[in-house]
């Protein structure tokens, strides 16, 4: 048989053993569903409180059209947990009897809702106002009016006094405003909103008889001035055609004065409503904790008995388990070697050589494994040939770099003696050839560095020390360390950047930054020359754009910008200084870190490097942040 008719054949078997173990899941889930459907109402047990509690409030408060809703909840919550006892049907579902190991439990949760249907009911009927304070809310809001009318009227009788009065004028401005806020508290008070209602209140009333008192000549001695920001004083007598509106202030404030103290001692809700509605709110949490017990034992219960009821099921299931294996095997056994050499060319494309196909067949396939295999072993025998060479020459180069670098420590180290002139003064045209020294080796010291961070790459030596940092310091770290070179040359440098925490390495991030805004100073023009670097934050990674409007690259020489030793123009690097190797390294310690690096440039329009970095773990701490 051939190999593709024997594994339909095989997949057909394969299909139908799972068809039928499907089945028998089916029926296993069907036994459970009537007592699942119980548990999901013992639950909504748990939401009728809920209703119940708000509709027994609102029976309460005098919303009568409530209470039939209230008694309708209170009978579905009786019905279901009857049903629950005995078994039944709600709304076509079936619903299990509860379990004999549960009895207990059950007890608990309907004693629980009895208790709590009884205090319900006692809220229902309690009245949620106190009778004298709604009393005094009730004037006050209603003889409020006749008393800003008043202290309006006042304020424009003592208008037409001369300046000897001022003081009496302000009091009378401070009355009407204070009646003023007396109503508005009041009122924020009857519908219960507002914070600090009744101190604001019971300020208010202090500044009004503080106020009244000063008008009418009467003592201040016996009030606390002073907590209202106030002093004793004697004012003068206000003439009697002046001083009608204040004469009818003073009996009307009295009255006012008196229920606004009892709103000062009292709330308007009912001490007994309190107490009925704080012990239903506590028998609803016992109800809650009842209910929760129930549905977590009843839970075990069931994971007890599909447990059991289970074996039959999972001797078949053993049975067809061992008959999809050998369906499989005969499947694998077929299908491997053709696997197995797709796996293997695959590997061959991707640079791996060497690896042997077992297959001890002497068919087609097997002439075309021992044809394989042959062709891997002469492949790999040339490659590690090859990387022999390469790995002597790159250990040579490593070592050559790595010497380069001793000699040019003293020889910074010396110049930076010699131009601090701690070996004696120097003249002008001495410092500059000391400086032509220093610098020329920080130049070299760099190619030195680069070399050896690529060796390294290649040999996979560059270590990554990776943390969780904000992305932000670091890139800034960078731009901040080539301001001035920007400032020099009139360069705008300006960045646009996230506070993201990601875990990098800073120093070899920061390389990766010096690198390209490098390239950019070198490819803008001084005094019109702009580089931008921004941030944007995409749901797996951080991009980071540098972006100039320099010369630009052309796209011949993009590909190929990232390999070692490439230059775009041998000559204009070699007036500008480099390498080579700045944007291989770069692609090195981005390719590390999991993320991309790319080119987007035209001649003359600039150019615009891109790396991605993953978030990994980070945590944005914060929103957009221009710098």
């Avoid at 909504?44 to 509709?55: C, F, G, M, Q, R």
């Avoid at 009897?97 to 549960?102: F, G, K, S």
């Avoid at 509605?277 to 599909?306: A, H, P, V």
């Avoid at 993320?595 to 978030?615: M, R, W, Y």
């Amino acid at each position: 048989m051939k190999i593709i008719s024997k594994a339909y054949l095989l997949i057909i078997i394969l299909i139908a053993a799972a068809v039928f173990n499907l089945f028998l899941l089916y029926q296993d889930d069907k036994s459970g569903i009537s007592q699942s459907q119980s548990i999901i109402r013992i639950g909504d047990v748990k939401v009728k409180a809920e209703s119940i509690s708000a509709l027994a409030t609102s029976v309460a408060n005098g919303n009568a059209e409530d209470k039939n809703e209230l008694q309708k909840e209170i009978d579905e919550v009786q019905s279901t947990l009857l049903k629950i006892k005995n078994g039944g049907n709600i709304n076509g579902q079936e619903i299990s009897v509860i379990p004999p190991a549960l009895v207990l439990d059950y007890n608990k949760v309907y004693s629980s809702w009895e208790n709590y249907k009884s205090r319900a009911l006692d809220v229902e009927v309690t009245s949620v106002f106190d009778p004298e304070a709604t009393n005094a809310m009730n004037y006050v809001l209603q003889k409020n009016q006749d008393l800003v009318l008043l202290t309006d009227n006042l304020v424009r009788d003592l208008d037409t006094l001369d300046r000897n009065y001022n003081t009496h004028k302000q009091i009378a401005k401070d009355l009407a405003e204070c009646a003023k806020i007396i109503g508005q508290q009041s009122l924020l008070i009857s519908i219960g909103e507002g914070e600090n209602t009744q101190e604001i209140l019971g300020e208010k009333k202090l500044q009004f008889e503080i106020g009244i008192r000063k008008l009418l000549q009467i003592s201040t001695e016996d009030l606390e001035v002073e907590s209202v920001g106030m002093t004793h004083e004697e004012l003068e007598a206000i003439p009697r055609e002046n001083s009608e509106s204040l004469r009818k202030i003073d009996p009307l404030w009295e009255a006012i004065q008196l229920r606004i103290t009892i709103l000062e001692d009292r709330a308007l809700l009912s001490p007994e409503f309190n107490i009925a509605k704080n012990k239903m709110y506590e028998q609803k949490l016992i109800l809650f904790e009842d209910t929760d017990r129930l549905i977590n034992s009843w839970n075990n219960e069931i994971t007890k008995e599909g447990s059991e009821g289970q074996i039959i099921i999972q001797i078949l299931l053993i049975v067809d388990i061992a008959a999809f294996i050998l369906v499989l095997t005969i499947i694998r056994k077929s299908l491997l070697p053709l696997e197995i050499i797709s796996k293997a060319l695959s590997k061959v494309k991707e640079g791996v050589y060497g690896e042997k196909i077992e297959y001890s067949g002497t068919d087609e396939v097997g002439q075309l494994v021992t044809n394989f295999n042959i062709m891997s072993d002469t492949i790999k025998e040339k490659e590690e040939e090859a990387k022999k060479t390469d790995i002597a020459k790159d250990e040579f180069l490593a070592m050559i770099t790595h010497e380069l670098k001793t000699p040019l420590v003293p020889i910074q180290g010396y110049s930076d003696i010699l131009l601090g002139e701690h070996l004696g003064k120097l003249t002008d045209k001495q410092k500059e050839r000391i400086e032509i020294i220093k610098s020329s080796s920080e130049t070299l010291l760099g190619i030195i560095s680069d070399l050896l961070d690529a060796q390294k790459l290649d040999l996979g030596q560059l270590r990554m020390k990776k943390e969780i940092k904000n992305i932000k310091e670091t890139i800034n770290k960078a731009i901040n360390s080539l301001l001035p070179e920007a400032q020099k040359n009139k360069i705008e440098l300006s960045s646009n950047l996230l506070d993201l925490e990601i875990e990098h390495d800073p120093d070899r991030i920061m390389q990766v930054i010096t690198n390209l805004i490098k390239n950019s100073l070198n490819a803008v023009q001084p005094n019109t020359g702009k580089i931008q670097v921004s941030m944007e934050e995409l749901p797996k990674e951080i991009k980071i754009v540098i972006k100039d409007n320099g010369v630009g690259i052309p796209k011949s020489h993009q590909k190929e910008l990232f390999k070692k030793f490439y230059q775009v123009d041998a000559t204009l690097t070699r007036e500008r200084g480099g390498s080579g190797l700045g944007l291989a390294i770069c692609k090195g310690i981005i390719d590390n870190h999991m993320g991309e690096i790319s080119v987007q440039s035209e001649i003359n329009q600039g150019a615009t490097f891109t790396f991605t970095l993953p978030k990994l773990a980070s945590h944005v701490k914060s929103a957009v942040n221009p710098t």
